[in-house]
């Protein structure tokens, strides 16, 4: 059922929200060089390896240095990419990710093998399940780039404190995922976009 519903819930985004697309990608290409898309390597499930599609947001070549992006004044990021990152538009083409089975709507967000290097066996239980759109710490930390900001080493910071933290939120819902509890998800999660901005 979960699977059903991904294929057509994220067949339909597509559709209805084609008109976007074309209007961000003209955006994105008249605001900086590059590609339209920024597709990364992330971790998927049963430890497999995928390429994620995202809207650009950064300057070519940015991905070089750091993973991590701070704060909401990251230098890398172009003009264009505040505001869709602001609105969470980047992670729109992630859809294209849910349809051919890569991630699901719902599921822990895939992280860079960088840093899935880091997990103690337990918690690679996470990689059980289909990566996700959204999930329980994709909501709790949603300002998780001003949290960056703070810390006096962002990378350690992610690493012991964030990190940690998300994957425990990972591992409750491997234990508990649903399909009405993936549904009561989605609505909070665009109830929460739509209510801070």
Same mark, same amino acid.
């Given at each position: ?6 294929? $057509?819930?994220?067949?339909?985004? %597509?559709?209805? %929200?084609? =008109? ?5 990608? $003209? ?7 590059? =590609? ?15 390429? $994620? ?13 750091? +993973? ?15 505001? $869709? ?6 992670? +729109? ?14 599921? =822990? ?17 996470? +990689? ?40 425990? %939120?990972? %591992? ?26």
């Amino acid at each position: 059922m979960k699977r059903l519903f991904d294929i $057509i819930a994220s067949g339909l985004g %597509l559709i209805v %929200l084609s =008109p976007i697309f074309l209007i961000l990608a $003209i955006w994105i290409k008249l605001d900086s060089k590059g =590609p339209v898309f920024y597709r990364q390597v992330r971790v998927g499930r049963y430890n497999k390896d995928f390429r $994620i599609f995202k809207f650009r947001s950064m300057r070519v070549g940015s991905d070089k240095g750091s +993973l991590v992006t701070i704060g909401g004044h990251d230098p890398r990021i172009t003009r264009s990419g505040y505001i $869709i990152r602001k609105f969470k538009f980047d992670e +729109l083409p992630q859809l294209i990710n849910v349809f051919v089975g890569d991630m699901s709507l719902v599921g =822990p967000r895939p992280e860079v093998r960088h840093y899935v290097d880091y997990w103690t066996p337990e918690q690679m239980h996470v +990689l059980d399940v289909r990566p996700g759109i959204t999930d329980p710490a994709s909501i709790k930390f949603r300002n998780e780039n001003e949290l960056m900001e703070k810390a006096e080493d962002p990378e350690k910071y992610y690493i012991e404190v964030i990190m940690q933290e998300k994957i425990k %939120l990972y %591992l409750k819902y491997v234990e508990k995922h649903s399909f009405f509890y993936d549904i009561a998800l989605i609505f909070k999660t665009f109830w929460v976009i739509v209510s801070e901005r």
